[in-house]
Structures are given as C-alpha cells and as structure tokens.
C-alpha cells in the first residue's frame, strides 16, 4: 500500500510493517497505526502515522545515545503487548529538534517507545525515574552521565 509520510513523501508499505498502537501515542492518541522507517546506514529513523501524513517523529534507538539503557517493563505492559522474550523488543526514543537549531536536539530517555517485533504491537512506556525527558544529542557531557540527571 502506499501511504504519504512526513519526511520521506510517497513511498510503498507492506502490511506487515504496519504497528498497532491500541492507545495511540500520548497526545496523538486517535492514531493507531504507525510505521518504523529507518534508512539503512543510519542512526535515525521515523515512527510516521499511516493515517496522518504530517504525524511522524524521528527516532533512535536509546542505546546509541545511553549504551547502558535498561528498565523494567510492566507486567501490564508486557502483557497488553503479549512479548514472550527480550529479543521480540524494539526499543525507540522520540527525538526533538529545535526548529533551525539541530545543535540543541534531545532525545526523551524517559518515555520509550516498545514494539513488540512478533506481532506488531507498540506502547510508549512512562518511566518514573532514572532517565531525562530532554538529554541532549550533540553535546560535551557524556550521555551517561546525562542520563541519571532529572
């Protein structure tokens, strides 16, 4: 299917690529279906809405900004996305880039997105502590060292 996407115009889907996020994504909640695009060679990619074209983020996997990155999901969440093992997990965190100032771009460490890779499945998750909302991207301090910072 072909669908208009935020930063890469018109381009051809599979289905299967298609996530099911059953709340949306807060804020954005009326949207269900998202897509992960990632060029390949690339840190980052985009969680476009399938439905709305102007609705995409950039994202990146938290790893590549705090190598040590962990948590522990919900039991609920586990469950409503039905993973069975760590490996079915794709972990994503929502990239803000100031208008004209790339420089200043952060990444939100303390609401992952989570996809379960099997079935399709997706939730942005609220941790409650341990990871900043906005850690920089381009900056002198170590990410994690940033990273235990409120």
Not at 51 to 65: A, K, R, T, W
Not at 69 to 83: A, K, N
Not at 90 to 105: E, F, M, R
Not at 106 to 128: C, D, E, Y
């Amino acid at each position: 299917m072909k669908i208009d996407t935020k930063f890469y115009g018109e381009i051809e889907i599979d289905e299967e690529q298609i996530i099911d996020f059953p709340q949306g994504l807060p804020g954005f909640e009326e949207q269900k279906r998202f897509v992960y695009l990632k060029p390949e060679g690339s840190f980052f990619g985009s969680l476009q809405a399938v439905d709305l074209p102007g609705l995409g983020f950039v994202v990146i996997s938290p790893f590549v900004i705090c190598s040590d990155y962990h948590f522990d999901l919900d039991e609920q969440v586990v469950s409503d996305l039905g993973l069975n093992k760590p490996e079915e997990v794709l972990l994503l965190s929502i990239v803000n880039i100031p208008h004209g100032q790339p420089k200043d771009a952060t990444v939100n460490l303390q609401a992952p997105v989570v996809i379960n890779t099997k079935n399709r499945r997706g939730a942005q998750v609220v941790l409650t502590e341990g990871y900043p909302l906005r850690c920089r991207i381009w900056g002198d301090e170590s990410s994690e060292a940033a990273a235990v910072k409120d």
